[in-house]
């Protein structure tokens, strides 16, 4: 094979995470020769960097809370985690950062793995620089598929490299414990990772921009994640800046805008993600390097049918399981025209990713757990609904106080006032995580309040929040 | 007030339950005045004896067996539940088997409380017998609704009452641990209670007449929940009759149809329900004591156009919870047809219990947890749908292998090959209790599988078995 080598498929996908898998897949399924290039580990960002081992990290700091809050258990649950079993499971669980069986199941489906960098050089034309330095073109008869993913964005801080920040990939890879950790960031991955080692026993200082944590959700579930970071020993700072930041003999020294100096082991910064964009060869079919990509509902790039992008970089929804979604619709569209089969294209159908815009779920693993799909109350109302909130005191619920003594906990439904289905929903509290897929089945079915009805919660559990928020709205 | 005082009502309720509360909140609410009549305590079996002891008991023992299998966690949980606690905090949570605080809701709502033995004396006319032998007649411009509920059923067994056996009363108010526990039936009450009694220390053998247990969920549900109750320690029997049973000397001796012999400190008979409709004049109005009642979808009585049955005493579905959602319909019935307003009755309207037929739910709070809503395979096929059922090993889920360590679990969807919407599911292992209700919403809703795919599962949570077997009924 030499540098001048060029092989023909159907579909090509950049990237192997588990977005680029998905569309592999659907595109395998319907018979499409398929390539995929990673010029990393196959399986992604998810599988070594995010979901994965942050669960595999939260789990059990989740589980020992919840059993610290049940009576006649609380009384054999002794001691701190075992931060090492911790850590050693986190690595079983990301196969120790190796790809093989990932690999494999790529094979198993017949898609063709190319490693190395990928860059488009021209339209459905991809050309692949292996780790060898030789080079392979892939050319596309139908469709290439960028999934190339976000990465963490640091802020432009003067010698912010030399002090090696942490960012999320070090922050759920790190081998040990740092004894005093600033995060900083109110986001997803801050209040998960700050909860993840103040857990194991770091010393964690928050430092947040903006006046509360998870300020893309309900305000009240960033209130209570904040109130519980603060019970469980880290120091929590809203409205904070970093000033300057610099590492001195080993030491972390952040000073903040309001001219206080911390002084820490290791700092995360959690404070945005930057597309994948910038070297894959984007100027040579027109578009700006570094960018978002554009996309229409089949995640079709905007003035290219045959380039679609899929996942993070389109920006609709920076969430694993929105970019498998949008990867199974992106793989059934490529399919579709390469075959000629009517495409779906209408709302909700086969081919066209409505859910990106009404009904994103989310799940966030602290304690307490945050789980929210589609839209807030005031993002529905920026929207122009017409609709209204009721809120519920979780703690109301028997099947709440059941699962934890001392139950704290909210929950918010934000119903649309013209046709009485539901824009929203918010949880916030202990084992909510499960919970929310209800409120995604309701939002996404658009399955009208008078029928939610219907739909009993079984007594005695926390499900049973769906009768006192349709009673909320029907009583106020 | 003499034995002839007679007061007059729009709405009399008979039993003072969750069932009789619900349809008294609702009447009240409709400015209907309404009395309450209960014989023993405010809130019925399902505080006391029921629904809220049991899962007081069980959620400390499913939380310790959640936290046993979380790695990093499992090193810190020692030695057994504190039963005592386990006991007290069971205690707390039935008040200590006093209604005051209920009584005060019912007092706060409006309605009257009766304390003492309401019997029908005719139609429209409630007799109640108090506790110091006065009596009162209550009669009911618009309405009486029967929410006696149900009690254990005790096998006719000869001298089964010297035996004093436990029933689900005593089997959920102990207050003390029994050495050796004989549990006979298979169903819901004798797995739970099965369950704690084993894990707070009992050595407990279950006696099983049919092929396994929870004989009316899929299969599978039993024998993963039998297969953890050996495991857990018990000695579990199935196809196995009490032939006779004895105390001797306070020891519970019971002869087995294989004939074995098992001496125990008590014994629990969880064999079913019968009304509780014996004693409440039911003759006076042409109906048979001790009978089920017959009611249509608004909970009428048949033929009787101002008695309803509401609850355990129709046998729809013997649960608390759907017992509350028939009794919202029928109070909303009732209020409807005093004033006048329009009848919703057709399927799914608000004044028609349709989910009684479709989409019941219930969660069996075992380790393993079950969870069902709908009709099983078998169930769905009886009643001639046309179906096919999908099965998923719920251990093939990223976010159960994380919940849980060697997670087991297997979930089935019975889809209706005509209109592709879901006649049931079923879910069985740890955690799955409030994953339930998404499938409820799903049945009850309606919801198509076309649409069912824009319902996308937070990844890595459990609830991501949606898209597993969403995609087996795809690929199969």
Redo the contacts between chains.
């Keep these: 094979m030499t540098e001048t080598d060029s092989i023909a498929y159907d579909v090509v996908v950049l990237g192997a995470g ?1 977005v680029g898998e998905n569309v592999a897949d659907r595109t395998r399924a319907a018979g499409l020769s398929t390539a995929v290039v990673e010029s990393e580990l196959v399986g992604g960002e ?1 599988s070594y960097w995010a ?2 081992p942050s ?2 990290l939260l ?2 700091v989740i ?2 809370a ?2 610290r809050r ?4 609380r ?9 090492p ?2 850590l ?2 986190r690595d079983y ?1 990301t196969s120790h950062w190796k790809d093989d069986g990932q690999a494999r199941w790529l094979d198993g489906i017949g898609a063709d793995l190319h490693r190395g960098h990928g860059r488009l050089t021209g339209p459905r034309t991809v050309t692949v620089t292996g780790p060898d330095g030789t080079r392979r073109v892939l050319t596309a008869r139908h469709a290439v598929a960028v999934c190339t993913g976000s990465r963490a964005a640091l802020p432009g801080l003067p010698g912010i490299d030399e002090v090696r920040p942490w960012t999320s990939r070090e922050a759920t890879s790190a081998p040990a414990v740092p004894g005093r950790l600033v995060v900083v960031g109110g986001g997803v991955v801050a209040t998960e990772m700050a909860t993840v080692w103040q857990a194991l026993g770091s010393k964690v200082t928050m430092l947040v921009r903006g006046k509360g944590l998870l300020a893309r959700m309900e305000p009240f579930a960033g209130e209570l994640v904040a109130e519980a970071l603060s019970e469980a020993g880290a120091d929590v700072r809203t409205g904070t800046s970093v000033e300057s930041v610099t590492r001195e003999n080993g030491t972390v020294v952040v000073v903040t805008d309001a001219g206080d100096r911390i002084e820490a082991d290791e700092i995360l910064f959690a404070t945005g993600r930057a597309p994948r964009t910038d070297d894959i060869g984007l100027e040579t079919v027109g578009l700006e390097p570094g960018s978002w990509l554009d996309v229409d509902d089949s995640l079709r790039v905007t003035g290219h049918d045959w380039l679609y992008a899929v996942g993070d970089v389109n920006q609709r929804a920076l ?4 970019g ?2 949008q990867a ?1 619709i992106a793989g059934a569209a490529i399919a579709a025209r390469a075959t000629g089969e009517t495409l779906l294209a209408e709302a ?1 159908g ?1 081919h066209a990713a ?2 990106d815009h009404a ?5 966030v693993f602290t304690d307490p757990e945050a ?1 929210a799909v589609g839209l807030s109350l005031a993002e529905a109302e920026q929207a122009g609904h017409r609709v209204r909130a009721v809120d519920v005191d979780l703690s109301s619920v ?2 709440a106080g ?2 934890a ?1 001392g139950y704290k906990g909210r929950a918010r439904m934000v119903v649309d006032l013209e046709d009485e289905i539901l824009r929203g929903v918010t949880l916030v509290g202990p ?8 409120a ?6 658009q ?1 009208p309040i ?15 929040v ?1 009768l006192r928020l349709l009673e909320a709205y029907r009583d106020n």
């Design positions: 588990p998810c979901c994965m669960k595999a789990r059990p589980a020992r919840d059993a049940v009576p006649g258990l009384q054999s649950v002794h001691g701190p985690l075992d931060a079993a911790v050693a499971h669980y969430l694993t399981h929105q498998k979604y199974r909700w086969a409505t859910a009904a994103v779920p989310q799940v789980a028997a099947g059941l699962y003594d084992g909510v995580g499960e919970l929310i897929h209800s995604t089945v309701a939002v996404a079915g399955v008078s029928r939610l009805w219907h739909a009993v919660p079984s007594y005695p559990t926390i499900s049973e769906w």
